[in-house]
């Protein structure tokens, strides 16, 4: 079952933050992350683990709530770079990625 | 340079005519997978393989089939494509001991 994100879409100004929303009907067990810029390939940015600590990169941080089963994607004082669309992604099962359909992020001067 | 490269990038083609997308990585990567990306879908994974000789069906393997003979190599064989396969198709690949998948620069296929 796909997971779900949200929103599918915003428009930010740079310095803005955001935060994408994932969730899943089933039991997660971890959730991937990954940003694909326009005409380019997907690229990993963390993985979260059942019990893991939120993890966090630069000004983009996630975290995991296995209760709700839902995940979160934060960006802190967005940047152009961060333009892109952000997947989250579940594991269906050993090596079975399950993403969702995408959170198209834009980001304006 | 560690990369996962795919060829060809872009693809015409009619329906029935049998081709094959390639991949293949540098890295010494176990796992590898195929993926197509469609607007409003996402990613969904058509199949995957854990290393050589091991391969299984990702959530839409239907007409499609996979091959894995070497660790380097993963091709993508669609024997009689159809308009529904029309896509964008990446391969992507990890090594067993971490969760990053790195992704080919996708292939764009048309079939008409």
């Known amino acids: 079952q796909q997971p779900v994100q949200s929103p599918q879409a915003v428009i930010l100004r740079e310095g803005e933050d955001a935060v994408i929303n994932c969730s899943s009907s089933?039991?997660?067990?971890?959730v991937h992350w990954y940003r694909q810029k326009h005409g380019e390939a997907p690229v990993f940015l963390m993985i979260?683990?059942?019990?893991?600590e939120q993890k966090g990169h630069e000004k983009i941080s996630a975290s995991f709530n296995e209760k709700k089963q839902q995940s979160s994607l934060y960006l802190t004082a967005s940047q152009l770079s961060y333009s892109g669309t952000y997947f989250c992604?579940?594991?269906?099962?050993?090596?079975?990625?399950?993403f969702g359909q995408g959170t198209r992020l834009t980001i304006n001067p | 340079e560690a990369q996962v490269t795919q060829n060809p990038r872009y693809l015409i083609t009619v329906t029935g005519k049998k081709l094959t997308v390639t991949c293949s990585q540098n890295?010494?990567?176990?796992?590898m997978s195929w993926y197509r990306q469609d607007p409003g879908l996402g990613l969904r994974q058509i199949y995957y393989?854990?290393?050589?000789?091991?391969?299984d069906k990702g959530d839409v393997p239907e007409g499609y089939k996979v091959s894995r003979k070497e660790k380097r190599n993963f091709p993508l064989i669609l024997e009689s494509p159809s308009p529904n396969q029309t896509s964008l198709y990446f391969c992507?690949?990890?090594?067993?001991?971490?969760?990053?998948?790195?992704f080919g620069p996708g292939t764009r296929l048309t079939v008409t």
């Open positions: 979260l683990l059942k019990g893991g």
């Open positions: 992604g579940t594991e269906k099962g050993a090596q079975k990625l399950v």
């Open positions: 992507a690949s990890r090594w067993g001991g971490s969760y990053e998948q790195y």
């Open positions: 089933k039991a997660l067990y971890s």
């Open positions: 890295m010494n990567h176990e796992y």
């Open positions: 393989s854990m290393n050589v000789e091991v391969t």
